[in-house]
């Protein structure tokens, strides 16, 4: 089967880091997204990986190993515009994305 | 740029009646897909279209869920006899095949309630 697994809710602080975390057991597995969503609204991409290793993209990273079927958002800086479900995704082969029930990151003052 | 297209934004139903869904995707995007997502919830899959053909279809979804890309442009999903339970956000995506990550492009999602 699929199972996609990353924590429901977090909380953090303005300015500060946070990582999100994600562990998947999919068959076909063929690369990791990650995509935000902020209430009411459809998810925007935000970073893929598909080999291990450490991908940048500004104030957003992510990271993966196949080996361990395992994944993190890391977010720097953060804004109060973060506050928002972060969702983490496999894709199968190369057809559709397989998503965890995403994690609601609330960022205080 | 005009990005995925769905529409209606919201409808409300009453149970078993039949509503439709309509989705325009980004225009040289081949790839449709159907997501189905409710409240502290991931998108779940439902299914997905290559050109014109439906190429795979969840298990779970029931026989009163149809859809259909005919022209292989846009797509629309049908749901008969709605329950309470199909109460969702119903998210269509798009997305050019095998080109750079694959990622898939979200419209902003029909809203349906059934009473």
């Known amino acids: 089967g699929q199972n996609i697994d990353q924590p429901t809710e977090m909380t953090a602080t303005e300015g500060a880091i946070v990582q999100i975390n994600c562990t998947y057991q999919?068959?076909?597995?063929?690369?990791l997204f990650w995509y935000q969503q902020h209430a009411g609204e459809a998810p925007t991409f935000l970073s893929y990986n598909v080999l291990d290793g450490l991908e940048e993209k500004g104030r957003f990273s992510s990271f993966l190993s196949r080996s361990k079927g395992y994944s993190y958002l890391l977010l720097k800086e953060l804004q109060m515009k973060d506050s928002a479900s972060y969702l983490c995704?496999?894709?199968?082969?190369?057809?559709?994305?397989?998503f965890g029930t995403g994690t609601r990151l609330q960022v205080f003052p | 740029d005009t990005g995925v297209s769905q529409n209606p934004r919201h409808k409300i139903t009453k149970r078993g009646q039949n509503v439709t869904f309509r989705c325009d995707p980004i225009?040289?995007?081949?790839?449709l897909y159907w997501y189905r997502q409710t409240l502290g919830q991931g998108p779940e899959f439902l299914t997905y279209f290559q050109n014109e053909a439906q190429l795979e279809k969840s298990r779970l979804l029931s026989d009163r869920f149809s859809a259909e890309r005919p022209k292989g442009s846009f797509s629309t999903l049908e749901i008969q006899r709605t329950e309470q339970g199909d109460s969702a956000m119903y998210l269509c995506a798009s997305s050019p095949q095998q080109v750079n990550t694959g990622e898939l492009f979200f419209g902003e999602g029909s809203r349906l309630t059934v009473l």
């Open positions: 225009s040289e995007h081949n790839r």
């Open positions: 995704a496999a894709r199968v082969n190369t057809d559709k994305l397989i």
């Open positions: 999919t068959s076909g597995f063929n690369g």
